[in-house]
């Protein structure tokens, strides 16, 4: 079946320019994760979506960071004023509705010039 | 604060030789997860651990997990080359929803 797929793949933008990026989840899983992957860095947690429950935007390093998840499937995560240390891999996971592994999306990869 | 060590963060082996990569967490959680990852490519799930004492195997990897000592080990055992990559493992609190990486481990087998 279909893994978890993310768009665009790569993004280049300028800074100050605002992105968005998208994230498929494979269908029935109801958690939803967003990670940040700085070059040679381990992941970095952003926010969690579980249902229809309030997501825990903990990890989100900026308000000018924000996500949302559409009909508990479909999430996109919006950087406005994107700046340089923005640049990273966005990496998406899904999991099922028990506690079991992610499956990780293939990753989005930002560079802001 | 929440911490999640592993070591070494770069190994270098030769093929066939064994060796183990270690992952240190600073709270409680029995539930342990490796994962591994291609350059330029995403995670791929390798095992899951959720009990402790669990030990699990895939052809030449081993995870253990060791919830007292809060330590979990993944073994190499007679390394290929295709098992070059980077290693993560990532813990899950008891009451948390995140999930906790390690650094990750840089693993290259020389032929």
């Known amino acids: 079946g279909a893994g978890v797929s993310q768009s665009p793949s790569n993004k280049v933008t300028e800074k100050g320019k605002d992105v968005e990026l998208r994230c498929d989840p494979i269908?029935?899983?109801?958690?939803l994760y967003w990670y940040r992957q700085s070059l040679g860095q381990g992941l970095e947690f952003l926010i969690y979506?579980?249902?229809?429950?309030?997501?825990?935007k903990s990890g989100l390093p900026s308000d000018r960071f924000s996500a949302e998840r559409t009909g508990g499937s479909v999430s996109t995560l919006t950087i406005q004023r994107t700046q340089q240390e923005d640049s990273a891999v966005y990496l998406c996971?899904?999991?099922?509705?028990?506690?079991?592994?992610?499956?990780f999306g293939p990753g989005t990869r930002l560079t802001v010039l | 604060e929440l911490k999640v060590e592993q070591n070494p963060l770069f190994l270098s082996m030769q093929e066939g030789k064994n060796y183990t990569i270690y992952c240190n967490y600073s709270?409680?959680?029995?539930?342990l997860y490796w994962y591994r990852q291609d350059p330029g490519k995403s995670l791929e799930s390798l095992f899951v651990?959720?009990?402790?004492?669990a030990v699990k195997q895939e052809g030449r990897l081993m995870a253990s997990l060791d919830t007292k000592a809060r330590l979990s080990t993944l073994h190499i055992t007679a390394a290929v080359h295709d098992l070059s990559a980077t290693y993560f493992c990532?813990?899950?609190?008891?009451?948390?929803?995140?999930?906790?990486f390690g650094t990750g481990t840089s693993l290259t087998v020389i032929p």
């Open positions: 269908s029935g899983h109801t958690a």
């Open positions: 990532a813990l899950r609190t008891m009451t948390g929803n995140q999930f906790y």
């Open positions: 709270t409680t959680s029995d539930r």
């Open positions: 996971a899904s999991s099922p509705p028990r506690d079991r592994e992610q499956f």
């Open positions: 651990l959720l009990s402790n004492g």
């Open positions: 979506f579980q249902g229809n429950s309030a997501p825990d």
